[in-house]
């Protein structure tokens, strides 16, 4: 399983468990202290929780990097975008690693950093794992399009919401993503920000939705390389081409639905049956599995390759 995945998981259920509890509600307007300690408490769960998307994004990029690195696919057959990428376009992100970095790491990254840049030249290389968003503090939506179209994702916004349709995570990711960004500005830098509950939630379900179409897609092309698939990667990938099936609990029982299916593939009474049926289940290809919490939202997913 992907550790950046696995970490963001976490990270979510927390969230989740954070805004039900009570030290976080708002009190009636006689309640000042409990009231100004809930309110900060929001602020500090509404940085987190970009953060923990920003970092998922920057780390399954790094991974995926380190994937293709060993595909065995000769640098100079790889998509031109990421060979710009990881090559002349990486130093910026270099140098504002060496910036930040305490004293006594900048060499060795340096040195590091400079020697899987200049393996692409040979035969067998290892892509410089910073390549997309370690050139800023903070990654905006342009990051997303730019590393998912140099792994062939074409038009990447517009495929992530697209899938996000047919997996009910609702539309319009881009402008989610972006309203996101806003909300932990305003509650990293305006000390009143007074950060609601419904915002925090409205947050949570942003970062699952946006997290799985980027994960789902993502995961479509690497199966393209790993393959060495030239005909997939000389062409575009798009939402089309990702296998997923939903998971949802409906009228008692636990429902496995395939992409493009008008009924139930198989009914379980537990979760854990049906999360072993997909689990199990040969694919064909890379799937993305779905699971729905009884409110009917995504709450977790998985990649069954």
Not at 31 to 45: P, W
Not at 48 to 56: H, K, N, R, S
Not at 260 to 283: C, I, M, P, Y
Request: proline share 3%; with cysteine; net charge neutral.
């Amino acid at each position: 399983m992907s550790e950046a995945r696995n970490q963001l998981l976490k990270r979510l259920a927390a969230l989740e468990l954070g805004i039900i509890n009570e030290s976080v509600a708002q009190r009636p307007p006689a309640e000042t202290n409990h009231n100004q300690v809930a309110a900060l408490f929001r602020q500090g769960m509404a940085v987190v929780a970009f953060v923990a998307l920003e970092d998922f994004i920057k780390k399954r990029a790094s991974e995926a990097l380190e994937r293709i690195s060993s595909c065995g696919i000769p640098f100079f057959d790889l998509p031109d975008k990421l060979k710009r990428a990881t090559t002349y376009e990486a130093y910026k992100s270099v140098a504002f690693q060496l910036r930040i970095r305490p004293p006594e790491e900048r060499e060795t990254y340096a040195q590091e950093s400079a020697g899987a840049i200049f393996s692409t030249a040979s035969e067998n290389y290892n892509l410089y794992e910073h390549s997309f968003g370690f050139d800023a503090s903070n990654i905006n939506s342009d990051v997303i399009n730019k590393f998912l179209s140099a792994v062939c994702v074409v038009s990447a916004w517009n495929n992530m919401t697209t899938l996000a349709g047919q997996l009910d995570l609702g539309l319009n990711l881009q402008s989610r993503f972006e309203s996101s960004a806003l909300l932990r500005h305003r509650a990293a830098h305006v000390p009143n920000a007074n950060v609601t509950v419904g915002e925090l939630e409205t947050l949570r379900k942003n970062c699952i939705a946006i997290s799985i179409c980027f994960d789902a897609l993502l995961e479509t092309a690497m199966s393209a390389f790993e393959r060495r698939d030239h005909n997939a990667l000389s062409q575009s990938l798009t939402s089309d081409d990702v296998m997923f099936c939903k998971i949802k609990f409906l009228d008692g029982k636990w429902k496995v639905l395939p992409k493009g299916a008008n009924r139930a593939l198989r009914a379980f009474t537990s979760r854990s049956d049906a999360e072993h049926f997909v689990l199990q289940k040969a694919w064909g290809s890379p799937c993305c599995a779905i699971f729905f919490g009884e409110d009917r939202f995504a709450s977790d997913w998985k990649i069954i390759r």
